[in-house]
């Protein structure tokens, strides 16, 4: 009986009229060719459409004129919103002006003016001021065993004044000098740390600045690149203009490297960063001026300036997706460390964070990163208004 059955389902199958293969066949072309003519040539989608209007508006992409500000006040004090003013002139020349404020109410007004490029263009005057409060700032204690709970807060009030020259000699070289005064002071809400162990705090400090910095920056723009790097080495000395015992000196060298794959929709980046301090004599480094992990960019996992002390490594890894011109989605991994001294650095130490982040940008800035890290004292939720590096 089995036999026959199959015998019968084989019939069946051979048994379908050739006209009806024919019509099925007349029917799909048919259809195809209805969607041949409504579909047009290959574009961006609706979504994307919107998106590029919002991210290349003249306020957004800081065209000239108003523009919205969003940000940092000051690393630990967390996002910020506000408002700036732009204007061009020739020659590169440019007048900026800021203001914002944060969730905790921290606020900023700063202004920057470039001067006519000189030299055909391989040579630029800047001057600059600010005015800064920054509220809520956390302290930990120093050394990368600080505990959590000993975290004690205070206000940070800096206002500085500087100018800078930049030499361009070469298409992606940079030789930048300055000069900046600055003057602040700190108050504590509930003191935990001795002035031995919190160098600095609730003392008026006046400081000549002196800085230079030597860069190689092959990124397409410092804002947002999918493909080139940056090798910066900066170094500084920091005089305090009272005799107090707080003058130091200090080097950062900083490595950005990015590959870019298939046809830079994924990009792999990678990160290196090392600051190095010097106190004269038996001076200090006062906390606010002191190299620190823990921030946007910074060791992502962990609360903002967690981890503080006169020396830092910071190793970064992020692979990145573009499913959008106008997005990125991201992985990513952080690793670093603070000591005392630098001989203390040690790889097997190093507190790691990772976590996953979309970015969302125009062709040569970022207008707003949001990640979720992890570290080992829990989960961080990041929102900034540029690229982590």
């Given at each position: 009986m089995a036999t026959v059955i199959y015998a019968l389902i084989a019939l069946l199958a051979f048994a379908v009229p050739s006209a009806a293969q024919t019509t099925r066949v007349e029917v799909i072309a048919e259809e195809q060719a209805e969607k041949a003519k409504a579909v047009g040539p290959e574009g961006p989608s609706e979504a994307e459409r919107i998106i590029r209007r919002i991210l290349l508006?003249?306020?957004?992409?800081?065209?000239?004129?108003?523009?919205?500000?969003?940000?940092?006040?000051?690393?630990?004090?967390?996002?910020?919103?506000?408002?700036?003013?732009?204007?061009?002139?020739?020659?590169?020349?440019?007048?900026?002006?800021?203001?914002?404020?944060?969730?905790?109410?921290?606020?900023?007004?700063?202004?920057?003016?470039?001067?006519?490029?000189?030299?055909?263009?391989?040579?630029?005057?800047?001057?600059?001021?600010?005015?800064?409060?920054?509220?809520?700032?956390?302290?930990?204690?120093?050394?990368?065993?600080?505990?959590?709970?000993?975290?004690?807060?205070?206000?940070?009030?800096?206002?500085?004044?500087?100018?800078?020259?930049?030499?361009?000699?070469?298409?992606?070289?940079?030789?930048?000098?300055?000069?900046?005064?600055?003057?602040?002071?700190?108050?504590?809400?509930?003191?935990r740390f001795s002035a031995a162990e919190a160098p600095g705090m609730d003392e008026e400090l006046n400081y000549n600045i002196v800085r230079g910095t030597v860069a190689f920056d092959w990124r397409t723009s410092p804002g947002y690149s999918t493909r080139g790097g940056l090798y910066r080495a900066s170094f500084e000395r920091n005089q305090e203009t009272q005799s107090l015992p707080y003058s130091f000196s200090s080097q950062e060298y900083e490595i950005v490297q990015l590959v870019p794959l298939v046809r830079e929709q994924f990009v792999l980046a990678a990160r290196g960063l090392v600051t190095l301090t010097t106190p004269d004599g038996r001076d200090e480094v006062p906390v606010m001026l002191a190299p620190f992990l823990g921030s946007g960019s910074t060791l992502r996992g962990y609360s903002n300036r967690r981890f503080t002390d006169r020396n830092r490594m910071l190793?970064?890894?992020?692979?990145?997706?573009?499913?959008?011109?106008?997005?990125?989605?991201?992985?990513?991994m952080d690793a670093g460390q603070v000591a005392a001294n630098r001989r203390d650095f040690d790889l097997a130490e190093f507190d790691v964070a990772w976590g996953v982040g979309a970015r969302f940008h125009g062709p040569h800035?970022?207008?707003?990163?949001?990640?979720?890290?992890?570290?080992?004292?829990g989960i961080r939720i990041i929102f900034a208004g540029s690229q982590p590096f």
């Open positions: 508006s003249p306020l957004l992409s800081g065209g000239e004129g108003l523009y919205p500000w969003f940000g940092s006040v000051f690393s630990g004090t967390g996002m910020a919103v506000g408002a700036g003013f732009l204007k061009r002139f020739e020659n590169a020349s440019f007048f900026n002006l800021q203001s914002g404020i944060s969730l905790n109410r921290s606020t900023v007004l700063r202004g920057g003016f470039a001067a006519p490029a000189l030299w055909r263009g391989k040579m630029q005057f800047e001057t600059n001021g600010q005015w800064l409060r920054a509220r809520g700032m956390s302290f930990y204690g120093l050394g990368q065993d600080s505990a959590r709970e000993d975290r004690e807060r205070f206000d940070y009030t800096p206002k500085d004044i500087g100018a800078s020259v930049t030499l361009k000699p070469r298409r992606f070289l940079s030789v930048t000098g300055g000069y900046t005064f600055m003057n602040f002071d700190t108050q504590r809400d509930a003191p190793l970064t890894g992020e692979y990145r997706w573009r499913p959008s011109r106008y997005i990125d989605l991201a992985l990513f800035f970022t207008a707003l990163r949001l990640e979720v890290a992890r570290g080992r004292e």
